[in-house]
Nanobody
Framework: QVQLVESGGGLVQAGGSLRLSCAAS????????MGWYRQAPGKQRELVAT???????TYADSVKGRFTISRDNAKNTVYLQMNSLKPEDTAVYYC??????????????WGQGTLVNVSS
């Protein structure tokens, strides 16, 4: 079993910053990629950013230049630094990780979600 625990969400004014963290624990052999997704009220869940074990990153066009994803492989933790936040960034943010677990098998785990609320 692999568990993801997120932290760092909250209420912030437009133009402000927040940093999300997500720590993975459990029977992990390797984590291939970690990422952040978000779901706004009445909308589908969408990709925000991903990062591979080698540090290759991808971003949604809507957050490029404002958000930065990073990870600490030794701690199985991924971060999302969010700057210049906009009201349209308001959503529940979910952490995702996939890789190999012990005994040998694959996992695709999701966190419980953390709310980011950006006021105008």
């Amino acid at each position: 079993q692999v568990q993801l625990v997120e932290s760092g969400g909250g209420l912030v004014q437009a133009g402000g910053s927040l940093r999300l963290s997500c720590a993975a624990s459990g029977t992990i052999l390797t984590i291939n990629a970690m990422g952040w997704y978000r779901q706004a009220p009445g909308k589908q869940r969408e990709l925000v950013a991903t990062i591979t074990s080698r540090g290759t990153t991808t971003y949604a066009d809507s957050v490029k230049g404002r958000f930065t994803i990073s990870r600490d492989n030794a701690k199985n933790t991924v971060y999302l630094q969010m700057n210049s936040l906009k009201p349209e960034d308001t959503a529940v943010y979910y952490c995702n990780a996939h890789g190999l677990s012990i005994p040998l098998g694959t996992f695709d785990a999701w966190g419980q979600g953390t709310l980011v609320n950006v006021s105008s």
